[in-house]
């Protein structure tokens, strides 16, 4: 059971690349999160899926696309990178029966520069 | 204002003092708040959940004061493993689990 998984681990792109990462869960997970970690802002929620095939918009969706075409996968992807992309992003998954007490689990990240 | 604001420390602590970490949350209508853990470089994992009556879990402690909008958590006997980055996690509840994350307070125990 290998919970939350993220590919790739790190990655530096140039400026106006584009670039796709990708979440998988083994939990049998309804939702599933994208957040970035920037220092000095907490994380925040970029877009969200709350069932197969659903995405929603969380806090800082611009710059941003995700798909949730299989349960256990979620990916997130950036069409024109741009240097303020840079930060470390989590994904997460929760199991979407109780919206009060789920646990959410995160990966264990990917640190993406954008020179 | 930040929707919730902790203290980010650093708190030096030697091995086996107590220290506690606040956090205030601005969302009157959030319904459920947690105290997750986060290790330099690594993901933030589930400490524990803050009930309204309090709860302990060994040697930790969370309180949760929903009139002043207020969490904490009281750590006993520091160990040198608790060194952390802890964060203060609030559901804000807009109809989905909407987590709504501190900044994170910084403990550094010491032998």
């Known amino acids: 059971n290998a919970g939350v998984t993220q590919t790739p681990k790190f990655r530096v792109l140039k400026t106006g690349q584009s670039m796709t990462l990708l979440c998988a869960q083994d939990?049998?997970?309804?939702?599933m999160y994208w957040y970035r970690q920037d220092p000095g802002m907490g994380l925040r929620l970029i877009h969200y899926?709350?069932?197969?095939?659903?995405?929603a918009k969380g806090e800082v969706p611009d710059g941003y696309n995700v798909s949730r075409l299989k349960k256990q996968n979620f990916l997130l992807g950036l069409e024109s990178a741009a240097p303020s992309q840079t930060s470390v992003y989590f994904c997460?998954?929760?199991?979407?029966?109780?919206?009060?007490?789920?646990?959410?689990?995160f990966g264990p990240g990917t640190r993406l520069t954008v020179l | 204002r930040k929707e919730v604001e902790q203290d980010p420390g650093p708190f030096n602590v030697p091995e086996g003092a107590t220290v506690a970490f606040n956090c205030t949350y601005s969302?009157?209508?959030?319904?459920?708040f947690f105290w997750y853990r986060q290790d330099c470089r690594k993901e933030p994992k589930l400490l524990m959940s803050?009930?309204?009556s309090g709860n302990e879990d060994g040697r930790f402690t969370a309180q949760l004061n929903r009139a002043s909008q207020y969490i904490s958590l009281l750590i006993r006997d520091s160990k040198l493993s608790d060194s952390a980055t802890y964060l203060c996690?609030?559901?804000?509840?807009?109809?989905?689990?909407?987590?709504?994350f501190g900044t994170g307070t910084r403990l550094l125990v010491s032998p």
């Open positions: 899926s709350v069932g197969e095939g659903t995405t």
């Open positions: 969302n009157s209508a959030s319904q459920s």
């Open positions: 803050v009930y309204s």
């Open positions: 996690v609030v559901n804000s509840d807009t109809g989905f689990q909407k987590l709504v």
């Open positions: 939990m049998n997970h309804e939702y």
């Open positions: 997460a998954s929760s199991g979407g029966s109780d919206r009060f007490t789920d646990t959410q689990y």
